[in-house]
Each structure stands twice: as structure tokens, then as C-alpha cells.
């Protein structure tokens, strides 16, 4: 490992950095160089090697618009040492990030208790006449006090029709009575990501309409956790979940079964309300790297997240918990966050 070395005026400025023997004592990595000794160690340990592996953002969300650090630095190695083989350590890493150690898994339920202790929180502060941003600064401040360094992803905190826009993330509008408000917020810890979706009635209690929804997909949620075991795959996973919200939307009344024995399979109508992906991995990214055609194995970590969006009726539901698979089946990492639509009543008339 490379490291920068500090000094007494560094120090001054920015506090105590490692020394190459802290530096062993918190990483374990026996060897520690500092960065102004890497050309030569790296011209010399190259002279002896024939492979090298190097980083690329391979993240199939990612848009990369800048020369980034990494892209530099293979540069400078095909430049300097054209006849060496390279080769690509993106899906090594993919392969490593997809299943978490028992560590990480700590890690990430540490993120998804402090994401849990926000959320309690805003039960007993969302209220008409709030503020969305206002929302956002009880979680950060909650969050913050937790030791977490804040949000794992950019908070969504959508009320009325807002949550029908999946990436809202304006968070300026006022909380009105008779709306319910989306909150797709969580936080990080460690580096490791929470995701969290919850739905609450702003003025304390779900209208009937609303409760119907909300427990339509909470039906679809709990069915989908269950299909989260070794064995199963993403694309079959997707398709059983779609014919569950098929049958919820017919029961709403928002689809007709007739049409719907004789739509396009390749472009099934329930899309129209429940248009984004049940579930990603989780991780050190909120979306995090994997392979989907690779079948679920114990240790990977999923979000679960069917929504129903009716902008007609300026309402839209979404329910999301993180979920890890393992060999006794799926565990709820957020399994104490209250999700029951009456516990959430109770909970916000205290
Ligand atoms: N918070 C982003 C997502 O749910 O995918
Ligand atoms: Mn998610
Ligand atoms: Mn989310």
C-alpha cells in the first residue's frame, strides 16, 4: 500500500496522518511505501510481471464525462509499458462485491439501524404544514448523531404527486393534509448503503383509497422477499413479481383483467403503474455492481421495492426494505422498521 507521507507542517494543518506502522496495524498489509517511492517500486515490480489488472468504472449506470484518476493512470502504464498484457479487475471486484463478508453485512445493518432511528423520528414530526427540506434536516441531523457521515444516496422526500416522479428530489414542497408523503431516504455507514421507502399519511391517517394502495404493495413486497433464495435469478424473480402486481392493479381497479389476458407479454400493462425494477444490489454503491444473469447465492444483498404510481390520483406508494440472502433464507435487515400501515398510524398519533 502506498501512502502519502506527512510531515510536521502537514500536521499542523490537517492533524496526525498514518505512519507506515498504524498504517499495518488498522489494514494488515504487512508493506507500506509512501507515494513519492511509487514510480520506482512500480517500474521495478512491473520489470517481473506479465499481467496486470487494473481499475475501470464498469457500472452500467455509470456516465463517465471526465478523464477520471484511474483512465490517467492506464494510460501511463500503455504508454510506458506498451507490451505487457492488460487486463480488466472490474469483474473480479463485481464478482467480490456481489456477496458480503460477515463483516460487511455488519456494516450494513449498522446503516440500516441509524437509517431506522431517522425514520422513527419523522413519525412524530411529519405533520400539514411541514416542510419537505424541514424532513430532510431532522434525517441528516439523525443520521449525523449516529456517526453515519449522512445520506447513502440522494434523498427523495415526495409528497402528493411528487411521489409519482421516481427521481424527485426537489424536497421543497409543503406537506399538505389528505396527501401521503414518499420517503425514499437512508442512510450510509462505513461506506456501506441502506435504502429505505416508506410511505406515511401526512395528516396522521390513511383514506381508504390510500390504504388499499398501500397494502396492495405491501402484499407484493412480502410475496417478492420470500422468492429472495439461493437458486432463484433476477429475470425470473421480475417475472413472477410482475404477475403479482398484475393481480393487485386488477383489484384496485386500475387494470382490466380482460385487457390484461391479451396484452403484449413484451410489454405488459401493469408498467403503466409499477414502472421500475423490483430490486438492485446493495452495497458500497446504493445501486450496487453485479451481475444479473448470475443466480441468487447466499451472502448478496437486495432491496426489495415494488411501488404503485397513480398520478390521477396524485398518489403514488412505494415500499422498500433491504434484504439478505442466506442459507436459512431471506433475512430483513430492516425487519424493525415499522412498515404495517396501522402500526404506522399508531406510531404517528403518539
Ligand atoms: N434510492 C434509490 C433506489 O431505491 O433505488
Ligand atoms: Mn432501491
Ligand atoms: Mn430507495
Redesign the pocket.
Known sequence: MFLKETNEHIAIWEGHKYTKEEATATSGIRKILWMKDFSVTFNALISEAENVYLNTNEHTRATVDVQTRDARFIKFCQERYPLHSYNRSAPIMHELRAIKSKHEVEQMQNACNITEKGFRRLLGFVKPGVMEYEIEAELIHEFVRNRSRGFA?GP?IASGKSACILHYTDNNKECKSGEVILL?VAAEYGNYAS?L?RCLPINGKFTPRQKDVYNAVLRVMRAAIKMLVIGNNITNYHKEVGKLMEAELIGLGLLDKNEVEKQNPGAPLYKKYFMHGTS?FLGLD??DVGSKYRSFEAGMVF?C?PGIYIPAEGLGIRL?DDILITENGPVNLMANIPIEADDIEKLMAN
Do not use: L, P, R, S
Open positions: 444516496y427523495i425514499d435504502d421507502t438492485h446504493v445501486h432491496t421495492e422498500e
